[in-house]
């Protein structure tokens, strides 16, 4: 199985900050790769995928970039409503496994 | 408007059999394949499979292979999960979610892009 792994698995900041997630794959996935987030009580939801393009409706200050093992993920100006879990996942091959996930929360 | 719309909350004896189901609408059933996606209390996602829209060719993962069924109606746009043979650990939220491809570039990539609202399991003696 592919293991991903994701950095930090947590970090605190505040509203308007840049914000970086990492995920780096056990091997190359060419940019088989996916972004959730996933608030408390709620469902995951699909922010990326292949790697950098926006899924329909997310906004903007989200970006994705990488490929191979290493990717990332960028909230260009963090808002109150970002305080989530973030996964990824890669597609790669089965089983789609995901990252172990990363905190964020708003100081 | 797209929706998956999963079953209620279930508690379990050990040993057990649980049978999820996660209905859909607003889209083709036959055109996407289903993946279910689980979490466990206060942990991350483990993805265990998905089945075919289609043709309900399935791929588990092996973790689950011999205890998990995946299956679909295709007359109610209904998929279904059986997990058997419950244990403590198996206690989590189950989630389906619709796996699209996003064809770009001549690959195409896949995602679950529509999920359902999740279905509590709870084995407990």
């Known amino acids: 199985d592919i293991q991903m792994t994701q950095s930090p698995s947590s970090l605190s900041a505040s509203i308007g900050d840049r914000v970086t997630i990492t995920c780096r794959a056990s091997?190359?996935?060419?940019?088989?790769l996916n972004w959730y987030h996933q608030r408390p009580g709620e469902a995951p939801k699909l922010l990326i995928h292949?790697?950098?393009t926006l899924q329909t409706g997310v906004p903007s200050r989200f970006s994705g970039s990488g490929s191979g093992t290493d990717f990332t993920l960028t909230i260009s100006s963090l808002q109150p409503e970002d305080s989530a879990v973030f996964y990824c996942?890669?597609?790669?091959?089965?089983?789609?496994?995901f990252g172990q996930g990363t905190k964020l929360e708003i100081e | 408007q797209v929706q998956v719309v999963q079953s209620g909350a279930e508690v379990k004896k050990p040993g057990a059999s649980v049978k999820v189901s996660c209905k859909t609408s607003?889209?083709?059933?036959?055109?996407?394949?289903i993946m279910w996606v689980r979490q466990a209390p206060g942990q991350g996602l483990e993805w265990m499979g998905w089945?075919?829209?289609?043709?309900?060719?399935?791929d588990y993962a092996q973790k689950f292979q011999g205890r998990v069924t995946m299956t679909t109606d295709t007359s109610t746009s209904t998929a279904y999960m059986e997990m058997r043979s419950l244990r403590s650990d198996d206690t989590a939220v189950y989630y389906c979610?619709?796996?699209?491809?996003?064809?770009?570039?001549?690959?195409?990539?896949?995602?679950?892009?529509?999920w359902g609202q999740g279905t509590t399991v709870t084995v407990s003696s």
């Open positions: 091997k190359s996935i060419d940019r088989f």
């Open positions: 996942q890669q597609s790669f091959g089965t089983p789609y496994t």
């Open positions: 292949a790697a950098s």
């Open positions: 089945i075919s829209g289609y043709n309900g060719d399935t």
């Open positions: 979610t619709r796996r699209t491809l996003y064809c770009i570039g001549g690959s195409c990539y896949s995602a679950g892009d529509v």
């Open positions: 607003g889209y083709t059933f036959k055109s996407y394949d």
